[in-house]
């Protein structure tokens, strides 16, 4: 992933909704709102259809803090868009995923996380948060540009027409139902959630509300 500092930066006028709620924050330049979004604590929203939410909650996932980027972005007429990218969940990246996955006699999970892309370069505002996983990731089976914005019934037809894919990486997947595939992820997401709990009390971070 690339720095920040590798996006376009331009002053923040008030061109939309989202900027407005940026300069609220008192800041002034895209690059600054896009620190002040990567320094928000890591945590799921009550709704990711809505990244504005993240104003509301005073936190964000990679879905919402990526997303309101991409609208501010947008805002501004700055070729920055949100992507989603399709990896392969195990224990190297979260820990205990293995063991959700072992009875399914599966070797991983497809699983997708979002970033912003200009021209050739990826930033993850998630990256450095404490957010579950081990390692930021890097590798990806596939990459989509999306809307900064997707409904839920959006983005599971996105896993779904990907998931097909995976079946030439995995034969085994492919003989899941996605009713077995969805209650995987939710294992999986929860696993997630509880490797995020621990990292934030190690660290003595607490918890959003």
């Known amino acids: 992933m690339h720095p920040i500092e590798t996006l376009p930066d331009a002053m923040l006028q008030a061109h939309g ?3 407005e709620k940026f300069l609220q924050q ?20 009550s709704n990711n259809e809505d990244s504005s939410i993240l104003f509301e909650e005073g936190y964000g996932s990679c879905t919402t803090k990526h997303g309101a980027i991409a609208r501010l972005a947008q805002e501004h007429s700055l070729p920055v868009h949100k992507n989603l990218g399709f990896y392969r969940l195990n224990d190297e990246i979260v820990t205990g995923v293995n063991a959700l996955l072992q009875p399914y006699d599966l070797d991983f999970i497809p699983q997708i996380h ?6 050739d370069c990826r930033v993850d505002l998630t990256e450095g948060n404490c957010n579950g996983k081990n390692k930021t990731i890097e590798d990806y089976d596939f990459v989509i540009q999306v809307a900064p914005d997707l409904s839920h019934a959006q983005h599971q ?7 097909r894919r995976y079946g030439a990486f995995s034969p085994q997947l492919a003989t ?12 999986c997401d929860r696993q997630l959630k509880y490797q995020c709990s621990i990292l934030v009390d190690a660290l003595g971070l607490g918890q959003p509300a």
């Not at 008192?26 to 929203?45: D, M, S």
């Not at 979002?114 to 021209?119: A, K, R, S, T």
């Not at 037809?157 to 998931?163: G, I, K, R, V």
Request: hydrophobic residues 50%; contains cysteine; glycine residues 2%.
């Open 17 to 19: 909704p989202i900027a």
């Open 26 to 45: 008192g800041l002034k330049t895209f690059h600054e709102a896009c620190r002040w979004t990567k320094n928000l604590p890591y945590a799921a929203n």
């Open 114 to 119: 979002c970033f912003l892309v200009y021209e």
């Open 157 to 163: 037809a996105y896993y779904l027409e990907f998931l």
């Open 176 to 187: 899941l139902s996605d009713n077995t595939v969805m209650y995987l992820l939710a294992a």
